[in-house]
């Protein structure tokens, strides 16, 4: 089982920078991919990016290709996410989930086992 723990969340202005990590307990995190998801007020949750098990492979959203950057540290079991040119519409919560046995889905909420609680990422105008 893998508890994720998201922290690093803030406010932050248009065009500036800020790193989300996640912490997951569990001797099997290495075994899963993972992935980041955010849910902006009124909205559903959206896919952000997803990293495999062994760092290999990335996905992206289209919405932040090019600007968000998903990378993982098997030995920390911690994945992060660096996020640069922030604009207002990244506004969102932010949550690390698990992925335990792939079923096709990658970019689907609902293809995912364990959800963390969450962090906040504000960015103003």
């Known amino acids: 089982q893998v508890q994720p723990v998201e922290s690093g969340g803030g406010l932050v202005q248009a065009g500036g920078s800020l790193r989300l990590s996640c912490a997951a307990s569990g001797r099997t995190y290495s075994t899963y991919a993972m992935a980041w998801f955010r849910q902006a007020p009124g909205k559903e949750r959206e896919f952000v990016a997803r990293i495999s098990r062994n760092g290999a492979f990335t996905y992206y959203a289209d919405s932040v290709k090019g600007r968000f950057t998903i990378a993982r540290d098997n030995a920390k079991n911690t994945v992060y996410l660096q996020m640069n040119s922030l604009k207002p519409e990244d506004t969102a919560v932010y949550f690390c989930?698990?992925?335990?046995?792939?079923?096709?889905?990658?970019?689907?909420?609902?293809?995912?086992?364990?959800w963390g609680q969450g962090t906040q990422v504000t960015v103003s105008s």
């Open positions: 989930a698990a992925d335990t046995a792939y079923s096709g889905s990658y970019s689907k909420a609902n293809e995912y086992d364990y």
